[in-house]
């Protein structure tokens, strides 16, 4: 690699102190480490292999990449270009976030800093061996290899180098290879902020490169890509393929919003050479043939250079707010993990104090959550299945009223039915009518008779009846007692991973909350046992007035509907829903009679009939009342209430030296992770403190008044949030780029960001009338062909484009 000195006087003036100090503060970011947490605006480059990338990237930076046909890029290089007065090389690898622990700390230690340029070619093959590149082994690599490079005649400038695009595997690169090199592509691609330098090669037909389809779809408006059309001096003077490739250069047949440009490189087989030769052959090449009536700010290295420089200052100010929003987001994450981890925990004294304080923010989440107060950020989002599960109280009251429809769907052994269609019945309750259930109780009946006469019943056999028909409760009761302990179990394992570290988290879980969790379910258990058991055991008793209330509407609507059927057949009308008009004479006496001999004649029928009414009437109160029990001495006072119990200070000043350290006791892990998460915050909040120095910032050059009386300049106006500096090529008829003023807005936050006028650049001119342009297009031999079944190669490699 080489070093190769060129002249400034094109970058004098590109960029004002606040510009440069913008740039400078971005790069301090990287340098920081803050890419590693944050995306940060940078510029890409990309393409397939042979297409001119390294090249590119010489010509921009002066530094020179091997460029023979034989070599390629094998990982991401990051090169960073920083005017200043020492020359300098810093070369360093920043390892891939897939590596390993100890890997990555063996490739972070890969950092050398050289005075001069001689031992970088050394230094950067030391670097692949590191990484594990080598011929017979890992052709590439997804780590990042960074290189600063610092003097007097540098750029202002950061772009990351990508491996270029395989299309298809060789012996020297596997399939698996072609597949790592799309995967590390896309992945720089589908960053937000990052602007990709698309680099096509004009020795092939565009429509056939890999780059410009993965950029399209990573950026499908095209708003942050700028092509480069590489290799012109390859295109046959006059041909369609070189008038297809200038209506790619002046943004007609792909589009991108910051438009395109075109670079002719130095052959890489012509042995050594200046970039002031590198200059002299790019401009005698552009000053000749269809590419002398080009607009001269889309050729040459030059206007790249300053294109580059300007839109990346632009992308910085465009992305800037949303920056910042993103840091602090990460900040305040940052934050919250040390929180849970606390202060250092060296002493027994400072591990108490570390539970006293968990305790106590435990105790507050319990109660804000059995109060059903859901302000703390720890409830999280109610939509959310993790912030349902931490609304304790809602939960329980959810689980409280599922036990109660299920226990009165499924709580009872038999449900009687007259009607042939059970579908509303469970399939657990057994479907009967009245005159079997009756069957069944006079069987009952006769094996349990004692002395009562006839026509009367054994007042126990409704306790018979009525523990047969409450069987289902115990399961269903059980049940439900499992699901309220399990969600309480869920809700306290949230609330130890909110309040502490996930070491202390998972200590103060096993060794405090899941025996104080068992030993509540024992209780619930007994107190589910002592509720059931005068049900299962006991004789009916109750005072409640629902009792006769029930009883005597029971026996009422089975007396209305006998009474009705008599009603209907005397008067012969099949409904009492509707007034009827009764004609002729009807014995009122026969239908009393009739009335008052509905009765049962079989006294035991009788009896067993007013043993089933009895037993309704005292399972419907039996049941409401059990529902209540379970919901207010079961889950309430036995589990609900004694949950801020089981971790308190008291408890803390009580526990043991050892038992405190088993769960107070910093681990080398959490050491660790504490040093990890205070460097984060560090530079999360330094980046975060030199972003918020620009906000309101207005960033402008000493040429801004010109570029500002361009009328085309001040006309145009900004959408939304685009970049600082649009630069819309598709604005202009020959496709040059005119620069306009942003103003971004997002979240109240203002950046302005002047874009710079070039002194070489021509005076703003009227657009040409449509008659002059087609002239003008037509002595260049690029007059629109007239329709005709044969489609122009331009047209063909368009429409393959599209389609792919």
Same mark, same amino acid.
């Given at each position: 690699?080489?070093?190769?000195? +060129?002249?400034? !006087?094109? /970058?004098?003036?590109?960029? #004002? %102190?606040?510009?440069?100090?913008? &740039?400078?503060? =971005? @790069? ?111 052709? +590439?690599?997804? !780590?990042? /290899?960074?290189?600063?490079? #610092? %003097?007097?005649?540098?750029?202002? &400038?950061?772009? =990351? @180098? ?114 002031? !030769? ?527």
């Amino acid at each position: 690699m080489v070093l190769i000195p +060129f002249q400034t !006087d094109a /970058l004098n003036g590109l960029c #004002s %102190g606040d510009q440069l100090d913008l &740039l400078d503060s =971005v @790069d301090c970011l990287r340098s920081q480490g803050i890419s590693h947490y944050v995306s940060l605006p940078q510029i890409i480059v990309c393409g397939d292999q042979s297409s001119g990338k390294s090249s590119v990237l010489e010509a921009i930076s002066g530094v020179s990449f091997p460029v023979k046909s034989n070599l390629s890029t094998r990982f991401p290089t990051e090169l960073v270009l920083r005017k200043t007065s020492q020359m300098g090389v810093s070369v360093s690898i920043v390892p891939h976030q897939a590596r390993t622990e100890s890997e990555r700390l063996a490739l972070s230690s890969f950092h050398e800093k050289l005075e001069g340029f001689e031992g970088l070619p050394n230094l950067i093959e030391n670097a692949k061996v590191t990484m594990g590149i080598s011929t017979h082994g890992k052709a +590439f690599s997804k !780590d990042l /290899l960074r290189v600063e490079v #610092s %003097g007097p005649d540098r750029p202002h &400038l950061t772009i =990351v @180098d990508l491996p270029g695009l395989i299309h298809s595997e060789t012996k020297q690169q596997s399939a698996s290879d072609v597949e790592l090199v799309q995967d590390v592509v896309q992945s720089y691609m589908k960053e937000s902020r990052s602007i990709i330098l698309a680099v096509v090669s004009a020795k092939n037909d565009y429509a056939n490169q890999i780059v410009l389809k993965l950029a399209r779809a990573a950026d499908k408006k095209g708003n942050r890509t700028l092509g480069v059309i590489t290799k012109p001096d390859t295109l046959i003077a006059g041909s369609e393929s070189e008038a297809m490739y200038v209506s790619l250069a002046r943004n007609q047949d792909v589009e991108f919003r910051l438009g395109w440009h075109v670079l002719k490189n130095m052959d890489s087989e012509t042995g050594e050479w200046s970039l002031a !030769d590198r200059g002299v052959k790019e401009e005698e090449f552009f000053s000749q043939g269809i590419w002398e009536d080009m607009s001269r700010s889309l050729l040459g290295v030059d206007k790249l250079r300053s294109r580059l420089s300007k839109v990346l200052l632009g992308q910085i100010a465009a992305e800037l707010p949303s920056l910042i929003d993103e840091i602090d987001i990460k900040s305040s994450a940052c934050r919250n993990r040390l929180d849970k981890l606390g202060d250092p925990r060296a002493t027994l004294a400072e591990q108490q104090l570390y539970l006293f304080q968990l305790s106590q923010s435990f105790q507050s989440l319990v109660k804000a959550a059995v109060d059903g107060t859901y302000n703390d950020p720890f409830f999280g989002d109610a939509k959310s299945e993790l912030g349902y599960q931490k609304r304790i109280r809602a939960v329980m009251q959810n689980l409280n009223q599922d036990f109660a429809d299920n226990i009165s769907r499924r709580g009872h052994c038999r449900k009687v039915t007259e009607s042939n269609n059970t579908s509303h019945i469970s399939k657990a309750v057994i479907p009967i009518t009245r005159d079997k259930f009756i069957d069944h109780i006079q069987h009952l009946m006769k094996r349990t008779r004692g002395r009562e006469l006839p026509g009367t019943f054994n007042p126990m056999i409704v306790s018979d009846l009525f523990l047969e028909q409450s069987a289902p409760w115990e399961a269903i009761a059980r049940s439900h007692v499992d699901k309220v302990w399990k969600a309480a179990k869920e809700f306290l394992g949230h609330a130890a991973a909110y309040v502490a570290d996930a070491t202390t988290s998972k200590a103060l879980f096993q060794k405090i909350f899941e025996p104080a969790l068992n030993q509540l379910l024992g209780t619930l258990n007994e107190k589910t046992t002592e509720l059931l058991t005068p049900h299962q055991r006991s004789h009916p008793i109750t005072y409640n007035h629902y009792f006769t209330e029930t009883l005597q509407k029971l026996r009422n609507e089975r007396n209305q509907d006998e009474y009705s059927r008599i009603v209907k057949r005397f008067f012969g009308v099949s409904s009492l829903e509707t007034p009827h008009y009764c004609n002729g004479n009807h014995d009122l006496c026969q239908l009393v009679t009739d009335l008052v001999q509905c009765t049962e004649r079989d006294m035991n029928r009788f009896a067993c009939s007013e043993a089933l009414d009895c037993m309704e009437a005292y399972y419907k109160v039996a049941l409401k009342r059990f529902i209540d029990d379970v919901a207010n001495e079961v889950i309430e006072a036995k589990l609900i209430s004694p949950l801020g119990g089981i971790f308190t200070p008291v408890a803390v000043s009580t526990m043991s030296a050892d038992l405190v350290t088993s769960m107070a006791g910093e681990s080398e892990e959490n050491r660790a992770q504490r040093e990890q998460l205070t460097k984060q915050l560090d530079v999360l909040t330094k980046g975060s403190d030199t972003c918020k120095r620009f906000i309101g910032v207005r960033l402008h050059s000493a040429d801004d008044d010109a570029t500002q009386s361009d009328p085309d300049f001040n006309n145009q106006s900004d959408e939304g949030s685009e970049l600082s500096f649009e630069e819309d090529a598709r604005s202009s008829t020959d496709g040059s780029v005119r620069p306009r003023r942003p103003t971004i807005e997002r979240s109240e936050r203002v950046v302005e960001v002047e874009a710079p006028a070039f002194a070489s650049d021509p005076a703003p001119e009227a657009l040409p009338t449509p008659e002059a342009l087609d002239s003008r297009i037509a002595s260049l031999g690029l007059g629109f062909p007239k329709k005709s079944k044969k489609k122009s190669k331009v047209s063909a490699a368009r429409a393959a484009f599209e389609e792919d």
